[in-house]
């Protein structure tokens, strides 16, 4: 089986080194990739400018997805992946500050497998995220389970 890859879209460097640290701290063996906004986000999904080399920047078994970005927001970046057959089946984790209902209801509208609260307590966010990959890097290696409106969902914790 080949190395998990996931594609982190963070522009704040400090929650991007949280993720990586506590990946690191718990000994996941992942191939962890940032970008810094919704265009790069797009740029490595599709392959283009400095991302295309596939060998080095790898099609992604999970993204981790803030919403608040320069250039592109979250929900673009979002909503361009689920309209794309290739990354229908790409489980996307929002990592967002926003506590906004709407926004919680937009990303899940958009297509979103989860959202996690970025709060004081990050550290409990990064710990459920880390839930998370575990669960889906584990999948990886079973059949996906079909979903009542016919996508392909891995469930989480």
């Known amino acids: 089986m080949s190395v ?3 594609l982190h879209v963070e522009d704040d460097p400090n929650d991007a ?4 640290h506590a990946l690191e701290k718990a000994q996941v063996s992942v191939q962890l990739r940032l970008v810094a906004d919704g265009q790069q986000a797009l740029d490595y999904l599709a392959g283009t400018g400095p991302y295309n080399d596939r060998h080095s920047y790898p099609i992604p078994n999970l993204m981790l997805l803030d919403l608040k970005m320069p250039k592109l927001s979250g ?14 089946d790409l489980p996307v984790i929002i990592l967002s500050s926003s506590e906004h209902c709407e926004d919680k209801a937009h990303a899940q509208r ?3 497998d989860a959202y996690e609260v970025k709060s004081p307590g990050f550290e409990c966010v990064v710990q459920r995220v880390l839930s998370y990959v575990t669960t889906w890097k584990t999948s990886l290696e079973a059949p996906p389970k079909p979903a009542p409106n016919g996508k392909t969902l891995q469930s989480g914790p």
């Open 4 to 6: 998990c890859t996931i």
């Open 17 to 20: 080194f949280l993720v990586q």
């Open 110 to 112: 958009l297509g979103a």
């Open 75 to 88: 929900f673009d970046v979002l909503a361009w992946v689920r309209g794309q057959k290739r990354f229908g």
